[in-house]
């Protein structure tokens, strides 16, 4: 499962990496891949789920802590469409600490995704909990791409 650490510590950047680099070099389905089934697998443990802006916002709302910063995966495509995250409770709480985020109002946040309405929205788990909601690039999406790739891992929440 990520964890809160490995956000702040870099392994989630690192994940992505690696995921980037299957993607780009092999074609094709990787449904009966063992490396794509290892990896659908590892994504599966955030247990993604696409969300309307008002389902992120009822997130938002019942949150203790609300912080806003780049999406995770941007520093691997500083040249790509600039898209915020908010982050929830104790996500937000350590990366604001390691400078990664900055503290938000429920408005503010709202106003971010509000930004962003041509991405998807999708919410993960982390340590457990639905604390990451990503107005998402599908182009670099470690779950956009997955799924094109036969690798099933987005869901709408229900
Ligand atoms: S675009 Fe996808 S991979 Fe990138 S931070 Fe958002 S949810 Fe994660």
């Not at 599908?138 to 929440?157: F, S, T, V």
Request: hydrophobic share 35%; aromatic share 8%; glycine share 6%.
């Amino acid at each position: 499962m990520g964890t809160v650490a490995n956000y702040t510590g870099g392994f989630i950047l690192e994940s992505i990496r690696k995921a980037s680099r299957l993607f780009d070099s092999t074609e094709g389905s990787l449904a009966d891949n063992e490396k794509g089934i290892r990896l659908r697998n590892n994504i599966n443990e955030f247990e993604p789920l696409i969300v309307s802006f008002n389902q992120a916002a009822e997130y938002i709302r019942h949150a203790k802590t609300i912080a806003i910063g780049e999406r995770v995966c941007r520093t691997l495509h500083p040249g790509s469409v600039f898209t915020e995250s908010i982050f929830l409770n104790e996500l937000a709480e350590s990366l604001v600490k390691v400078g990664h985020a900055r503290f938000a109002t429920i408005e503010q946040a709202e106003e971010t995704l509000q930004k962003s309405a041509a991405h998807p929205i999708i919410i993960s788990k982390v340590s457990g909990e639905y604390m990451e909601i990503c107005a998402s690039y599908p182009p670099e999406c470690l779950y956009w791409r997955a799924e094109k790739r036969g690798l099933h891992c987005l869901n709408p929440k229900k």
